[in-house]
């Protein structure tokens, strides 16, 4: 009976290890969410500021903050600030302006 748990206990481990993603595969995920929220931000021209809020899989979505300049003509070239969410499951980039959040 010993021997039967110990062995169900190993292979629990061995099934939860395989199912964890690689190194390489978050690093594709990065670039694919940043490409993401790069095109679908509305500044010029747009860089990523910092690392990706990630949320886990009962959320699903990353967060990124960008920073660009507003191509409008009244908006002088302006600095802006963009929050992105990019919904993992979906590969979907959604951006909303984040100006009016108070800097600290």
Do not use: I
Not at 40 to 59: E, H, I, N, P, Y
Not at 72 to 79: D, E, G, T, V
């Amino acid at each position: 009976m010993r021997t039967v748990v110990l062995l169900l206990a190993t292979l629990t481990c061995g099934v939860s290890q395989v199912q964890a993603s690689s190194p390489d595969a978050w690093q594709q995920l990065d670039k694919t969410e940043r490409a993401a929220c790069l095109k679908t931000s509305q500044l010029q021209d747009v860089k990523v500021l910092g690392k990706q809020a990630r949320f886990d899989d009962q959320v699903g979505y990353d967060a990124l903050l960008l920073q660009g300049r507003y191509p409008q003509k009244h908006m002088n070239n302006r600095k802006g600030l963009e929050l992105c969410l990019y919904h993992r499951q979906s590969g979907k980039a959604t951006v909303t302006e984040w100006d009016s959040v108070e800097k600290r």
